[in-house]
């Protein structure tokens, strides 16, 4: 079984010093701030949650959902960080680190999404796929490079931008703590693997090969349980993660929804007070008369609800978590799932299946790949051109001019021989974009807007 003392390990990956647990300011406080104040997640500003470059001031991007994801962190791990510490050798932890680690986790769960979340990753495994530039690449890859772009993970990237992209003049990066590291690993393997972790663990995949080493220092000073070769069972705590993005997602697009007029009102306060399940809520959302603050007061009641059943099923299932057995997320088994499925389907039809988000999105998908036949081609010609670039033509100079670095890679000879390696950073440059800079540097490669 693994060991909370270990699982909240403040060493931070990529450094030689040992980690402490201060009760001035708390590692994990540390991590926080670092990614706050990281440029990958001010970028979440201008990234789709649901409604892609939607005009209305009020529905969420993904950094907005990312802050309010973290806030019902914060509260899962505080809450279950009690009885943890009431029960468990904690070290030098508060229940309060608990909560800490859990909510650096969540702020940043979605930072390595590309432009137009979902249909973004789509879009760029489907080119490696299916396009005659995708293949070529793919003909020069091992089985497990190749693995990393055929099932192409925000969440792999995700890993990337906090231990190597950001700050990436030193080693592990950000160098964050191993726990908060281990929280935000919902999938804690590689795309290619003989034997996936137990469960929901095993249903994605978290890192790149080309960040396995670092991948591999923060599972050993977490002590999680191996599943096979570059594989390892779920960090506990990645559970609270994952219920924290659930609980954001299906409750607060459902707002996002009613407040855009595609779910009626009536509904939306019955399937809220169906999972409130209190007399004294529903009298008292009747004296309310704005809509508006009748939802918003159902909100926070329905999140308040479901955060106390999700930590009752953390501790409930406590044993089976630290064995790493734990097959199914944590909302699967709270009291109100069933309500929760009947959101999550009228969601998926009249919210992620609107014609004017799928307009969008297909759009998005076409803008990814163009910009992927655009890039590629260029970057290669410049990396393989014998002269770092010199001689390449007009066309492929200027393109890979406005990829960050580039000078910085064309010196680098094992950069110029890997094809991997040269994707990985065209991937790192697309992936970081807003959805309105991809949008506007499209168009302008495209000739569409200058």
Request: aromatic content about 10%; glycine content about 6%; proline content about 4%.
């Amino acid at each position: 079984m693994m060991e909370w003392k270990q699982l909240l390990s403040p060493h931070r990956v990529g450094s030689s010093r040992p980690g402490e647990i201060s009760q001035a300011r708390s590692p994990f406080q540390r991590d926080f701030d670092r990614i706050v104040f990281s440029g990958s997640f001010r970028r979440l500003q201008d990234k789709t949650q649901v409604f892609p470059l939607v005009k209305a001031d009020y529905v969420r991007t993904r950094l907005t959902h990312s802050l309010e994801a973290s806030s019902i962190a914060r509260s899962l791990g505080s809450t279950v960080g009690v009885y943890l510490c009431d029960n468990f050798d904690m070290g030098e932890a508060q229940p309060s680190d608990v909560g800490a680690a859990v909510a650096a986790a969540a702020l940043a769960h979605d930072i390595g999404n590309p432009p137009l979340g979902h249909a973004g990753e789509e879009a760029i495994r489907h080119w490696f796929t299916h396009s005659d530039v995708g293949q070529s690449m793919r003909d020069v890859m091992n089985e497990d490079e190749a693995a990393d772009f055929e099932c192409y993970e925000g969440n792999a990237q995700g890993f990337r931008v906090l231990a190597k992209l950001e700050m990436p003049d030193q080693l592990g990066g950000m160098q964050l703590t191993c726990a908060t590291l281990a929280a935000f690993a919902k999938y804690p393997c590689a795309s290619h693997v003989p034997q996936k972790p137990f469960g929901v663990a095993g249903k994605k995949f978290n890192f790149f090969r080309s960040e396995e080493d670092l991948f591999r220092e923060m599972a050993e000073h977490t002590g999680l349980i191996e599943a096979g070769p570059s594989a390892w069972q779920r960090h506990p705590l990645a559970y609270l993660v994952e219920a924290a993005d659930d609980i954001a997602y299906r409750i607060v697009d459902f707002e996002d929804g009613q407040r855009l007029g595609l779910i009626d009102y009536q509904e939306l306060e019955r399937f809220f007070l169906e999972i409130i399940d209190s007399e004294r809520s529903a009298e008292y959302v009747a004296t309310i008369e704005s809509p508006l603050r009748k939802t918003e007061f159902l909100r926070a009641q329905v999140i308040g609800r479901l955060v106390a059943q999700c930590a009752k099923v953390f501790i409930d299932h406590h044993d089976e978590l630290l064995k790493g057995t734990l097959e199914k997320p944590l909302l699967s088994y709270i009291e109100s799932q069933e309500p929760l499925e009947r959101i999550a389907a009228r969601s998926t039809r009249n919210l992620y299946q609107h014609r004017a988000v799928a307009e969008v999105i297909g759009a998005g998908f076409e803008m990814v790949s163009g910009m992927l036949d655009i890039f590629v081609p260029c970057v290669n010609e410049m990396a393989l051109e014998k002269t770092s670039g010199k001689t390449a033509s007009y066309r492929s100079r200027r393109m890979s001019a406005l990829i960050p670095d580039m000078e910085h890679h064309l010196a680098d000879e094992e950069w110029k021989r890997s094809a991997y390696l040269r994707l990985l950073r065209i991937l790192d440059y697309i992936s970081g974009m807003t959805d309105s800079y991809a949008v506007g540097l499209f168009q302008k490669l495209k000739g569409i807007s200058l």
